[in-house]
């Protein structure tokens, strides 16, 4: 009989690479998404679809007693909200309930996968590369709301829990760097400012072979840093891109005080609207940010995590999906 893992967030662009790997080791996959989630993409895979209300222990334990998973990989949460309150109860709260109801199940979870952020860890300080043991300095209510629901896991000293802690998510299906792509595509290289910055990638299909791996971990309880094992100076990604397009750009750099400006605007108009853009003010802290490069030492040694990715193959696989799918 298969073993069965229960992944969140299964609608979105993390999960649908989550479920394809985890297919791929033989897993019976439970796919919880949201009543008003679209889950066209997913219809034609092998997937069971669950509604779980994480707002509700009971409910959520009653669910888990029913199915008796032996994994979660929880990966759902908000990148975008209004305040810090929504940020808080979607991200942490609903964490705290999902794994509050895994501690109290009859038949005990093999391992509870967490998908938190480097953005609960913060940038980089003094040009150092980001550890696991460094201190913790969120500069946003996203990173704080990661953080904080990493501190409520780490209170179940029951749950065997791995919490990963990936970079810049890129791949097919990604909606949020695709529109740096997709401006690059268009002959328009924007950046903010001119200060010099280090930034670090993880291919979405490397985040999802070691979440899918870390259900298979010795470790019972660890926090991780995951990325490629890159660092790359800002105009990187820029310059892979033009290269596999075969495009020449005008690079503008664009002040920050005009940055500022633009976000302030978006984000006035987003709320009036009841949405928040991807540029808003909260966001500027980790556009801005000098250093985020991070170690990948500890995930290498514990869950012997190798990248198969590095950002230029991971970039020609994307665009060409996008070309593909008609997206460029």
Same mark, same amino acid.
């Given at each position: 009989m298969k073993e069965s893992v229960l992944i969140t967030g299964a609608s979105g662009f993390v999960g649908y690479h989550l $479920? #394809? #790997?985890?297919?791929?080791?033989?897993?019976?996959?439970?796919?919880a998404v949201r009543a008003s989630s679209r889950v066209d993409h997913l219809r034609n895979l092998p997937v069971q679809f669950v509604t779980t209300d994480f707002s509700d222990v009971r409910a959520i334990r009653a669910e888990l007693e029913a199915k008796r998973y032996q994994y979660v990989i929880h990966a759902a949460g908000a990148t975008k909200a209004l305040n810090e309150a929504s940020y808080n109860e979607v991200n942490a709260v609903y964490t705290r309930n999902l794994a509050q109801a895994v501690s109290e199940l009859q038949v005990p979870l093999k391992k509870f996968v967490f998908l938190s952020s480097l953005a609960a860890m913060g940038p980089a300080k003094n040009g150092h590369p980001i550890l696991e043991k460094d201190a913790p300095n969120p500069v946003t209510f996203y990173g704080k709301s990661k953080l904080l629901a990493e501190s409520y896991l780490s209170a179940l000293d029951s749950l065997p829990t791995i919490v990963l802690r990936p970079t810049a998510v890129y791949g097919p299906r990604d909606r949020d760097i695709f529109i740096i792509l997709k401006t690059i595509a268009q002959g328009i290289e924007p950046? $903010? &400012?001119?200060?010099?910055?280090?930034?670090?990638? $993880?291919? =979405?299909?490397?985040? %999802? %072979? =070691?979440? =899918? &791996?870390?259900l298979y971990s010795s470790v019972v309880k660890g926090s991780y840093n995951v990325s490629d094992g890159g660092s790359y100076d800002r105009y990187e990604l820029a310059n892979i891109t033009k290269e596999i397009l075969h495009k020449k750009t005008l690079k503008v750099h664009i002040p920050m005080g005009v940055v500022k400006a633009m976000a302030f605007v978006q984000e006035t108009l987003g709320r009036m609207q009841g949405s928040m853009p991807a540029l808003n003010q909260d966001k500027l802290a980790e556009l801005t940010a000098a250093n985020w490069s991070c170690s990948i030492d500890s995930i290498r040694k514990d869950l012997g995590f190798s990248p198969r990715y590095t950002l230029a193959q991971g970039l020609e696989e994307t665009i060409q999906w996008y070309k593909a799918n008609q997206w460029l």
């Open positions: $479920i #394809e #790997e985890a297919l791929a080791k033989g897993l019976e996959v439970y796919a950046y $903010i &400012g001119r200060k010099p910055q280090q930034l670090s990638f $993880i291919y =979405v299909k490397d985040l %999802a %072979a =070691v979440s =899918v &791996g870390a």
